[in-house]
């Protein structure tokens, strides 16, 4: 889903009245569904349930209705019932029902109305968004025939048994009418004189208790087909049609060693397990520098859970997805599935109706795991908390934590948000002790932490000429790899050069449809736009002025490679980025050939700066640390400390230690200092002060509005229209918000729009969201401009 609809928010005000005539017959006993469709809607529509419907519908299943100009059939999701008629509208009638079954539960429903609500768009949206596409269309299931007793169908108790591996919510109709025995009176088609195979059919069924496939059943009763085919032509067993699907395969665990908790784990553990024994909702940050033993705890207090009979649903960044983690959750739980973003809809579906069986005890996945529809849930785990890719940046604009807090408060279980350096918001909530805090200050083992060297590079001569690695850092690879240590080299930037300097203008070349600058990637012979993936051949001349010989300027992980591979001509080096590490696997194959020391050098992007966990790792080079330093983002500061501490933490894993080199043009700003001092609790006062003083996040809310379309003029006009009704809706309803802007966004141009925003900011989200719902609706509709809002951004560009 994108965000194109955007533009046409709350516009049902323009739709025709519903024109379908209807007799409404007083008193009569009518039920409606109320419906919500993917669009930026904030409005539940109602229609008529047809009475061959009504004892079908229920919250939670998707429609087919009439709506809208011309009664266009659409699919819409019905999220309620009800008998009370909205006053003068006329209504229309439901025109089909395309799932049998609910696809959420009403607590999730709950989750997803709550997200809507605060994101700001519409119900529907939400909806079509977190169902996979796989669950909707039943992807890789098949129809199925099952046999059972004819006398079930009369019993009351439980729904039919679990023929086959998983069943999902999707069985046919018939079948929603039988019962499964709740009594041993069942057995009475045994007193038929029947002759044996048949009988024995029928015992073998009374014996499972549940309905069996025909293969099963011959298989059970040691007869052929005939005998079961004979019982059903004389109506003592019927047959079920039921679709299945082939179970997903689980990873294979691994052995693993006990591990005694050190006092600083076991406390944390304890803590996490009172609170999960008092049934109550709390949200614990356990903030433990990287190689305290955080996945340890997390696992620890999943098997309480679990031996609950409950479920844990763990996220972790897409990029730690590695077989590594998932290995270490396999080897101690007996049934895991992993929701990663390469699964294919037939995968997809079969893990969501695994865990909706309750079959599976932890869900381990990015961020949209938080939606498994886990029957039971008793925990959830965020690790590395502070990434940002658990910020979706299309709509719904949900943040994962947000979403878990919401998701464990109603489910009324803990939250286990860990890092080892936490968000400055989960940290607030620390200080203001409305969530626990949980310290694992050291690493396991006792090892300590590397020491972190800051070189300043102004000065270098190597780098003056044009390396990437100066002097010093030169030396200590020298050093280490003498000493048959590995070493990681860390660059925030790919491929080759990200600036073509045309001499000429004084400039970089831009991409044609943003304001960006275009990275030259030398082996695919391309210059790249790394915002729109535009791609072109390498210019020979500026395009601008057409003056030859274009220069290289910065470097890239292409270029570091290049330099590595000429001064350790005789070092396997192994690089990874996205343009290396494409296909799915080839991440996991890199790491392996890391692990078993076949490579001495890797070098790459954040991809290689989190989580790993290599003990031979002996040297970390961070190649650059000012890449996010300067960039005009309020988290800009703690973005470097973050990257800097989570990188040393590659480092000194085991006894043979490790050391940390940060090369810098800026060694004296507070983030670099602070991480190199691992001085977490320095860096995050100093920061809050300072944003407490600029009332900025975590000291305030923010929403971002973007305003963008092809045409500047029209869109710095429509923006000022969109900051005029916002300025006008806050001084109506009196409410106390700052409105920023309109002003061209950092990024002026992107995939060929101009943008514009604005930010309003106030102490609480609420506000924000009156505001929005009061002005939006004003906003006039524009052909070729489109709005977007962004609750929490995270990304200011
Ligand atoms: P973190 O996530 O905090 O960086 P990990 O959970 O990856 O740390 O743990 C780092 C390593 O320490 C892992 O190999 C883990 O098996 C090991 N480990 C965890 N707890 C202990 C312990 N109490 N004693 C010894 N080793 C431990
Ligand atoms: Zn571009």
Redesign the pocket.
């Known amino acids: 889903m994108t965000d194109s609809h955007q533009a046409s928010l709350f516009s049902e005000a323009d739709l025709p009245p519903d024109l379908l005539p209807w007799e409404i017959a007083a008193g009569e006993d009518r039920l409606l569904a109320e419906v919500v469709f993917n669009r930026p809607l904030t409005t539940i529509f109602q229609y008529f349930v047809p009475n061959e419907l009504r004892e079908m519908i229920g919250p939670g299943q998707r429609v087919q209705v009439p709506f809208g100009r011309g009664d266009k059939l659409t699919i819409g999701f019905c999220v309620g019932l009800t008998t009370t008629f909205p006053p003068g509208r006329r209504i229309k009638t439901i025109a089909a029902l395309i799932d049998r079954e609910a696809l959420l539960d009403a607590r999730m429903l709950e989750l997803t109305r709550w997200i809507a609500d605060r994101y700001l768009c519409g119900w529907g949206q939400v909806l079509e968004s977190i169902i996979p596409r796989g669950v909707k269309s039943k992807a890789g299931s098949r129809e199925v025939t099952f046999f059972a007793l004819a006398s079930w169908r009369a019993e009351t108790g439980q729904p039919l048994g679990e023929p086959g591996a998983v069943r999902p919510r999707t069985s046919e109709q018939e079948s929603g009418a039988l019962r499964h025995p709740a009594h041993p009176e069942a057995t009475s088609e045994l007193d038929l004189k029947l002759p044996a195979k048949q009988r024995a059919v029928i015992e073998a069924l009374v014996a499972v208790g549940r309905p069996m496939r025909v293969d099963e059943l011959a298989e059970a009763a040691q007869c052929g087909t005939a005998p079961i085919h004979g019982l059903r032509d004389k109506g003592l067993i019927v047959a079920l049609r039921e679709r299945v699907m082939s179970a997903p395969v689980m990873p294979t665990p691994e052995a693993h060693r006990e ?4 006092p600083d ?1 076991q406390r944390a553990v304890d803590t996490i397990l009172s609170v999960v024994r008092a049934s109550e909702h709390r949200t614990l940050l356990l903030h ?1 520098v ?7 705890v997390y696992i620890r207090a999943i098997e309480e859970v679990v031996s609950y009979g409950r479920q844990a649903i763990v996220l972790v960044p897409e990029i730690s997805l590695t077989p590594q983690t998932i290995r270490r959750f396999a080897s101690r739980f007996s049934s895991i599935a992993v929701l990663h973003s390469h699964l294919t809809d037939a995968e997809r579906h079969g893990h969501w109706q695994q865990i909706a069986s309750g079959a599976v005890q932890v869900v381990v996945g990015a961020r949209s795991a938080i939606f498994a529809p886990t029957p039971h849930l008793g925990l959830i785990v965020i690790d590395e908390e502070h990434e940002t890719s658990f910020k979706q940046d299309s709509t719904p604009r949900y943040h994962a934590r947000e979403v878990a807090r919401r998701r464990a408060e109603l489910e009324k279980v803990p939250l286990i948000l860990g890092s080892a350096t936490p968000t400055l918001e989960s940290f607030l909530k620390v200080l203001r002790k409305e969530d626990l805090h949980l310290s694992m200050p050291s690493r ?2 006792r090892l300590p932490l590397p020491p972190v060297l800051i070189v300043d590079i102004r000065n270098d001569p190597a780098i003056a000429k044009g390396s990437a690695i100066g002097r010093a850092l030169f030396t200590s690879m020298m050093d280490a790899l003498k000493a048959k240590g590995q070493i990681i080299l860390f660059l925030n930037v790919r491929g080759f050069s990200p600036v073509l300097w045309c001499r000429g203008c004084g400039e970089g070349v831009k991409c044609p449809d943003c304001d960006i600058t275009l990275t030259y990637h030398k082996e695919r012979a391309v210059a790249l736009c790394h915002s729109c993936d535009r791609s072109a051949p390498l210019p020979k001349v500026c395009p601008k002025c057409g003056k030859p010989g274009l220069l290289n300027l910065g470097i890239g992980t292409e270029r570091l490679e290049a330099e590595v591979k000429a001064r350790f001509p005789n070092v396997a080096c192994l690089r990874m980025d996205s343009d290396t590490m494409s296909q799915r696997g080839s991440h996991d194959v890199a790491l392996e050939k890391f692990r078993h020391g076949e490579v001495q050098i890797l070098l790459g992007t954040q991809m290689i700066a989190k989580g790993l ?1 290599f003990p031979n790792v002996t040297l970390v080079g961070v190649i650059d640390a000012d890449t996010l330093l300067h960039q005009p983002d309020i988290r800009s500061m703690e973005r470097t400390f973050q990257l800097i501490a989570q990188v040393a ?1 590659r480092t000194g894993r085991s006894a043979k230690g490790g050391r940390v080199l940060v090369q810098t043009s800026s060694p004296e700003q507070p983030p670099i200092v602070r991480a190199a001092a691992h001085d977490f609790l320095g860096f995050a006062t100093d920061e809050l002060r300072h944003r407490q003083a600029l009332k900025v996040p975590p000291f305030s809310q923010m929403c971002r509005v973007i305003v963008r379309g092809p045409d500047e003029k029209e869109v710095h006009a429509y923006s000022d229209k969109v900051g005029e009704l916002l300025r006008a809706a806050a001084k109506e309803l009196a409410l106390d918000v700052r409105i920023l802007g309109p002003a061209p966004c950092p990024v002026t141009r992107l995939k060929a729009n101009f943008r514009y925003h604005l930010q309003l900011t106030s102490i609480e989200l609420s506000p924000l969201q009156k505001i929005w719902l009061h002005a939006a609706p004003k906003f006039p509709s524009h052909p070729e401009v489109e709005f977007v809002v962004d609750v929490d951004p995270l990304n200011l560009r």
């Open positions: 591990i005694r908790l050190n784990q433990g990287t190689g305290s033993g955080k996945t340890e396991v083992e966990d933490g």
